[in-house]
């Protein structure tokens, strides 16, 4: 499923791109408009970090692996500590605390506060996990095949020159938007795959705290059949389309470049 969740934060992040305004986080160029998809992509594997198999535990090596188990565990401990008696007890922390929409928020808001607080070194650090997990997830052959410090190096040096030569697009605003429009994306599309998201946790609902909120059964769709592939080769075919209307004819996406 990384794959397609990364695809899938990619289709998001281009449309928010053209809904969003500036002041909300929105991008004003083209370039800019480009990491904002990027980290729209990586921070959609960010709710995985709760289960060590998934793409992003294995994106970092060891560290990546590391904290995807204290993560897990974390989540699992939050989830029994506030359980009500009618959820079910569950055996891993995945699909828990990193699969709600308070998780999408706090993410965002805790991106906005570390780059208005620390500037330059938090921006640089966002932009390198969030860009080293678009890798992984968007060209995922292609990764495979390299080690995981050349694709965590090549991450490094994208950072920092997106730092150097587009410094509004990490504005605190512009990169927590896209933290949340990323992690938002990926709750979306585990909650039309078979068990559903707790998308409302902690807030109970009919008795439950950690209530999964799915859909009827005919539209749910099976991670990594032959539904989870024709989504990924749609959300491939959105992304196409997007970008290069976004790079040679904006004005069908109702967007006129202010800069390039
Ligand atoms: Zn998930």
């Known amino acids: 499923m990384g794959p397609t969740h990364a695809m899938s934060g990619a289709t998001a992040g281009l449309v928010m791109a053209t809904l969003l305004p500036p002041e909300w986080g929105g991008p004003t160029s083209i370039a800019g408009t480009f990491v904002f998809v990027s980290v729209t992509a990586g921070a ?106 050349l694709v965590t190096g090549l991450a490094a040096v994208l950072a920092y020159a997106t730092w150097t030569q587009l410094p509004e697009s990490a504005s605190p605003v512009a990169l927590g938007a896209a933290v949340t429009v990323g992690v938002l994306t990926h709750l979306l599309g585990d909650m039309i795959t078979k068990r559903g998201v707790p998308l409302f946790a902690p807030l109970p609902i009919g008795g439950r705290r950690w209530y999964d909120v799915r859909l009827p059964s005919l539209l749910r769709i099976t991670a990594s059949g032959p539904a989870d592939r024709l989504l990924l080769a749609a959300c491939t075919a959105a992304v196409l389309v997007l970008s290069y209307l976004t790079v040679f004819d904006p004005a069908a996406l109702g967007i006129a470049w202010a800069g390039r």
Do not use: C, M, Y
């Open 44 to 149: 959609a594997l960010l709710p995985d970090l709760d289960s060590p198999q998934a793409t992003i535990a294995r994106s970092f090596g060891p560290a990546s692996q590391v904290l995807a188990r204290v993560t897990e565990n974390t989540a699992q401990l939050l989830h029994t500590a506030t359980r009500s008696p009618k959820d079910a007890r569950r055996h891993n922390g995945h699909r828990t605390a990193t699969h709600t929409l308070l998780f999408a928020v706090l993410t965002g808001l805790a991106t906005g506060a570390a780059t208005t607080a620390f500037g330059k070194s938090a921006a640089i650090a966002i932009l390198f996990v969030t860009l080293g997990l678009a890798l992984r997830g968007l060209f995922p052959n292609w990764s495979k095949k390299n080690d995981w410090f």
